[in-house]
């Protein structure tokens, strides 16, 4: 990362210098509150995550705890089990009529469904996967909303031992296929439609499009949400309820070895081709479950938490299917957008279900500081105890705003780091035993080895900024990347050798060893919590016809966190202008899904390059964030800078304006 950069972050991050004991009562209740955990844990990380193991249910216990053969790592090896057992099954005799999920549709609609009508569901589907050729090993696209049937899905596969590959139901057509035709998914699972900000998301449509250029998919289950009538092909197309009707309520779940795959998970890396994360079974349980128990300090039967995140993402996975599940705890699952109807829709349903629990990111939360006090304080929110961030790092105004209007300066705030490869959290408080810093995420969970180095990989020690890494496995990490071990051990390993995983991210630390992330160090951006990289939106920017050249930048943006900007030159004949602007921002849309859309182009007839013809991304960086440039030496093309720069002045001039 740039050093500038580094410092200015660091700057802003000590303006804020209130530090938060946890509070002597929540000591008192929470699940961890001895710090001697951590001492243990360091002593004997095995030993320590297999205590971790011990709270899922086993059909065979493991012969040993870790295989590490750098980059690779085995967890509970031998161990079987299977996932929907440990997230339905075993919570059946003591607690089936606990509520699994209260869902909340966005029109208004809500259903509250127990474990044991959770658990019929998943029997009844697996039953009809199986009966539609599904076996174990097979891939299975899932591209729903977020209803029930989703998680419902997911553990229909891990039931009978398929693996799930949920693409986001924000995305488009284009990435839908893609990730079917890279894991070839032999079934779709998907929706007549879904609703967002009150309108319908055509899910079906877009399934239809993707499917006109896949091979594998065989069969395709349509669960109905909306009233719409949607196109059903003859032979291939499946009503879910249909399909369950005649279905059997009990279903064997197969016994499936710890280090059998569960799901993949796509993720954007630095090149334009999304990574099929693989997470398998038994140490991706262990890792959500103990760091779910542990942070989240969940108390089952009283707890009603709220992950508000969005299935088709990694967090999802983790903290809205696996760990509550897996601990048998009551969660909220909101199907919509936080401001429909209106700005207070979360928090008319922390009134409405009494949340003890909310788990969100800081983009929604600075959404709400914009919206105003008035919409949090039109409410009772005087249930919630605990309050969870993630996807980027947290401002600390943010970060007191959230403690102070959501939390009534009483709950403590979590602060989570992570990310889709490290399947579970790695980095964050323990509520009733670590000091708050707003802004940091404080300290690797127990067992988790971490540090920040320099280019070389030496330590840094406090003070000043370098580079993340992970020194030891930890069991719920990533097992490699779906169909290229290659690109696995390029990716995170080559930087520090096969020993060090390299997450990607700036950190600092300071002199209490308190870890401070500084965001991403390659070409890849966080807009609004969600990873993106450079590439993806180049690569779709230059397969339009009028497009020559396309470099894509992160602009630091007060709500999103980082903004797309796209510096494009046009083909001869075509004219940079407003219209192919729009046009230009559709067409990404389209490509990828809306959230990949830049929020500015800038048209430019070159694009700065050092003299062998690579970009240099630093420079746009630097323009788009309206500094000074960093060195321009290297370059071929030096005066094309201030022609871009002017450009881009007159851009935020028009801003301005409006
Ligand atoms: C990247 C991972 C983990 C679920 C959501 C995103 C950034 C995530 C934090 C945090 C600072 C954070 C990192 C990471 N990130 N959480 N608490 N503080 N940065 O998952 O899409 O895999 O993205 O998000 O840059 O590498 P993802």
Redesign the pocket.
């Known amino acids: 990362m740039v050093e500038k950069e580094v410092e200015r972050t660091i700057d802003a991050l000590l303006e804020e210098r209130r530090e938060f004991e946890p509070p002597k009562e929540f000591t008192a209740q929470a699940n961890a509150n001895d710090p001697s955990i951590y001492e243990h844990a360091q002593k004997d990380p095995e030993a320590w995550w297999e205590s971790q193991a011990e709270r899922l249910s086993w059909s065979k216990k493991w012969d040993k705890v870790l295989e590490w053969n750098p980059p690779h790592q085995e967890w509970f090896v031998g161990g079987k089990l299977n996932a929907s057992y440990n997230c339905l099954d075993r919570h059946l005799e003591e607690s089936g009529d606990r509520i699994a999920y209260h869902w909340i549709g966005e029109p208004g609609d809500a259903r509250s469904i127990s474990y044991q009508e959770l658990h019929a569901e998943v029997c009844k589907l697996a039953n009809a996967l199986k009966e539609l050729g599904v076996q174990k090993g097979d891939r299975v696209a899932i591209y729903l909303p977020m209803i029930p049937e989703l998680p419902a899905s997911m553990l229909a596969c891990a039931r009978i031992g398929a693996v799930h590959s949920v693409v986001f139901g924000g995305f488009s057509a284009g990435s839908l296929r893609d990730r079917i035709n890279d894991a070839d998914c032999k079934i779709l699972i998907t929706a007549d439609g879904g609703y967002r900000r009150g309108q319908n998301v055509p899910l079906k449509e877009n399934a239809d499009e993707a499917l006109a250029e896949t091979e594998s998919i065989e069969k395709v289950i349509v669960v109905k949400r909306t009233t719409d009538d949607v196109a059903m092909s003859d032979g291939r197309d499946i009503v879910y309820s249909d399909l369950l009707e005649s279905q059997s309520d009990k279903c064997e779940p197969e016994e499936m070895d710890a280090e059998d795959m569960l799901y993949v998970l796509y993720?954007?890396g630095t090149t334009g081709k999304p990574k099929g994360?693989v997470h398998t079974t038994g140490g991706y349980l262990t890792g959500v479950s103990s760091t779910h128990h542990l942070i989240f300090d969940i108390k089952p039967d009283s707890d009603v938490y709220w992950c508000a995140?969005d299935i088709g993402?990694?967090?999802g996975h983790?903290y809205i299917v696996y760990g509550p599940l897996a601990n048998g705890c009551t969660s909220i699952l909101y199907e919509g957008a936080p401001d429909y109807p209106d700005k207070d829709r979360y928090w008319s349903i922390v009134e409405e279900y009494k949340a003890t629990i909310l788990y969100t990111?800081?983009t929604a939360i600075r959404a709400m500081m914009k919206w105003g006090v008035d919409y949090p304080q039109k409410h009772d929110l005087s249930s919630l105890r605990l309050l969870g961030?993630?996807?980027?790092?947290?401002n600390p105004e943010a970060w007191i705003w959230y403690q102070e209007f959501i939390g009534a300066g009483k709950a403590p705030v979590v602060?989570?780091?992570?990310?889709?490869?490290?399947g579970a959290?790695m980095?964050?408080a323990l509520p009733g035993i670590t000091k708050l810093k707003p802004g940091s995420?404080t300290v690797p969970f127990p067992g988790v080895v971490a540090d920040v180095v320099d280019e070389k990989g030496e330590p840094v020690g406090p003070g000043s900024g370098g580079y993340l890494v992970l020194k030891r496995p930890a069991p719920a990490m990533m097992r490699t990347i779906f169909g290229d071990d290659d690109r696995y051990r390029e990716t995170y390993f080559e930087r520090y050798g096969d020993e060090t995983y390299f997450?990607?991210?700036g950190a600092r630390l300071d002199d209490e060893g308190y870890y401070w992330?500084?965001?991403?160090v390659d070409d890849?951006m966080?807009v609004a919590?969600?990873?993106l990289s450079t590439y993806e939106v180049e690569s779709a920017l230059v397969a339009h016809e009028s497009v020559a050249e396309a470099a894509v930048v992160g602009r630091t943006d007060p709500k999103e966190g980082q903004a797309i900007v796209a510096f494009v030159t046009p083909r001869s004949g075509h004219e940079g202008n407003e219209d192919l602007s729009k046009e230009l921002r559709q067409h990404v849309g389209k490509a990828i899904g809306k959230i990949a859309r830049p929020q500015s182009i800038i048209f430019t007839d070159d694009l700065p390059k050092t003299r062998s013809g690579k970009i240099m991304r630093r420079l746009l960086r630097d323009v788009a964030d309206g500094n000074e440039l960093g060195d321009v030496t290297t370059l071929q093309n030096a005066p094309i800078l201030d022609e871009i720069k002017k450009k881009a002045d007159s851009q935020a001039d028009d801003k301005d304006d409006k």
């Open positions: 993720t954007s994360i995140a993402w990694v967090t983790s990111a800081p961030s993630v996807g980027e790092p947290i602060d989570t780091w992570w990310q889709t490869e490290t959290i980095i964050s995420a997450p990607g991210d992330l500084l965001g991403r890849v966080n919590g969600h990873r």
